[in-house]
């Protein structure tokens, strides 16, 4: 029972998961191509996420007291399995990779501009191997508590910058193609898919009142896809659509208007500390997710561990130095090279369920 998690606890999880994607990269790509449409984007891609969301909580609830990598070996078989599992291991390694460089890029950008990006990245790391050494538990409970603090945070930069939106700055309307719209939409959904499926490793039987662990994980991502929803909002209606593609981190610049008494300076520094909570749990996930596929294989996981973090912290060095050419490559390419082959592996693993149960 010591190892049992709340549902609240592996809930919030997806709130910090599924917006961590969308912080520069996302929000700039769906800003520049759907324009004023961008709000109608994020809406259809939410309805299209939950979709998503509906087959992850079926593989999920699937042999509840399988890890992923069995539920996988189980339904298509060992050799086919043992290639899928490898597989999803490499992509989780380039995931890892991808928020390394994400997290440093950012850092150094509203942060520490001065300071050597492999000492950010190791000050990170080590609070990160930390809370995934000490198991889902603690991951469970850390998540809970920065999903409070988000809150908090949420709700005092919207209580400031609603006073400063204007209406204007959201016309024209309906001046965006429906192919734009639906496009951009996808993209949202394919943001969401990569961060969310790594929520499947953690067990369900491991997790306290899990008959309504379905209802706990749809009101968190709902939390998470409005909070994105009313950032785009104060995006467009404080900036205007011109203004706002410019910006590299949109999100930090909206921070900047909020302003307490004319006289509390920098609050953005602290109310985008939830941005940081966002690449901190997906970190800690996705090294959850290679520590787990070690498990399973029963390699020496502690060497081949830190192995693959050593690895993966000097790519993300060497490959990503220029950060024009990364963004660009992650932008056109990267999304797809996760997004694509997940949503496949996902779709199939839930039909082979349901040709199970008919068989049973």
Partial sequence: MNTKISKKGFSSIIYFTSQVMFLRVGTTQILNSARNGSIYSIILGIIFSLIILYFIIRLCNYE???????????????????????????????????????????????????????????????PTIWCCNSGVKTIAKVSFSLFIISVLMIIFAISNLTTVIDIENFKPFFNTPFISILKNALIFTAYFVTPTFMMITIPKNIIFDSKNLTKSVTKFYLLSALNYLLIFIFIIGIFGIELSSMYSYPEY?????????????????????????????????????????LNYKNQNKKILFYMIIGISLYTSLVLFKNTTIAYNFIKKYYIYIYSIPLLIILLSSCFFIKIKKKEN
């Fill in 64 to 126: 509840k007291d399988l890890s992923l990598f069995e539920k996988i070996e189980k339904l298509y078989g060992k050799t086919i399995g043992n290639i899928i599992n490898l597989f999803l291991f490499v992509i989780f390694i380039l995931f890892f990779i991808y928020l390394l460089w994400s997290v440093n890029s950012y850092v150094q950008n509203k942060y520490l501009d001065q300071t050597p990006s492999y000492i950010i990245l190791l000050l990170f790391l080590i």
């Fill in 253 to 293: 610049s909206l921070m900047k208007k909020v302003n307490y008494f004319d006289f509390i300076q920098h609050v953005e520094n602290i109310a985008t500390i939830q941005f940081l909570y966002c690449f901190f749990i997906s970190n800690v996930m996705s090294l959850n997710f290679i520590k787990e596929y």
